[in-house]
Nanobody, 126 residues
Framework: VQLQASGGGSVQTGDSLRLSCAAS????????MGWFRQAPGKEREFVAA???????YKADSVKGRFTISRDNAKNTGYLQMNSLTPEDTAVYYC?????????????????????WGQGTQVTVSS
C-alpha cells in the first residue's frame, strides 16, 4: 500500500487548505485513514481519523475547524482545514491501517498505523 499526500502550502491566518491522500492497493488495507502532524521540535500529533463506515474522530484542537472525509470508490482521504492559525503550521502526514471491521474505532496512536504518506508542509503566517 502506498499513500500519496498532497495539498499543502503557505497561507495566512484564517485561510483554508484541503489535503488529499491517495491510496493504492486494497481498501481493506486502508480501513482506517488518519492524519497526523509534526511541527519542528514537537512530537507527532494526532489530527483526525476516519473509518470505512465514515465515522470520524478529531483532536480537540481542530474540532469545529477541520473536517476529515474519504471517497471509498477512489480510496482517497481528505482533510479540509478551515480557519487556519500559525499553530497549525506543521508537516502533515496521512496514514492508514487495515481492519476487518468497517466500524473499527480508529486509534490515535501513530505507532499503530502501518502505512504512511510522505508528508506535506502546511505553513500558516500571521
Amino acid at each position: 500500500v502506498q499513500l500519496q499526500a498532497s495539498g499543502g502550502g503557505s497561507v495566512q491566518t484564517g485561510d483554508s487548505l484541503r489535503l488529499s491522500c491517495a491510496a493504492s492497493g486494497n481498501i481493506v488495507s486502508t480501513a482506517v485513514m488518519g492524519w497526523f502532524r509534526q511541527a519542528p521540535g514537537k512530537e507527532r500529533e494526532f489530527v483526525a481519523a476516519i473509518n470505512l463506515s465514515g465515522s470520524t474522530y478529531k483532536a480537540d484542537s481542530v474540532k469545529g475547524r477541520f473536517t476529515i472525509s474519504r471517497d471509498n470508490a477512489k480510496n482517497t482521504g481528505y482533510l479540509q482545514m478551515n480557519s487556519l492559525t500559525p499553530e497549525d503550521t506543521a508537516v502533515y502526514y496521512c496514514a492508514a491501517y487495515s481492519s476487518p471491521s468497517q466500524r473499527t474505532v480508529p486509534t490515535r496512536d501513530y505507532r499503530l498505523y502501518r502505512h504512511w504518506g510522505q508528508g506535506t508542509q502546511v505553513t500558516v503566517s500571521s
